[in-house]
């Protein structure tokens, strides 16, 4: 499946494993993962060294920290992003309820085509 080819998408999730299936869902879909990234320091440290990704993929909680300032980074750039998270709609950031959120645990497929439509 290519449904992502040559897409840059960043990956911000704190959970090892999480972050590898991830990975192995966007790699499978044809993109190229940057990160992932399990602080909000290493994240906007990748933003600001990296090329702009296509998307990106936004765990809320990353091991009790907000990831909030990568959101707001995320936006204030014009990048498209999907927050993954087990709080559901309830829990997002202020200033991003038009995000599009995956409940945790979510489909990798279900992944791959949320973001999919954001790099349209």
Known sequence: MSLLKGR???V???EALVAMLVEDAL????ATVLGPAATVAEALALLEREAPPDAAVLDLNLAGETSTPVADALAARGLPFVIATGYGASGLPPGHAEVPVLAKPYDPDELTGVLGRLCR
């Open 12 to 14: 911000v999730e704190d």
């Open 27 to 30: 790699l499978d879909a044809g």
């Open 8 to 10: 840059r998408i960043l």
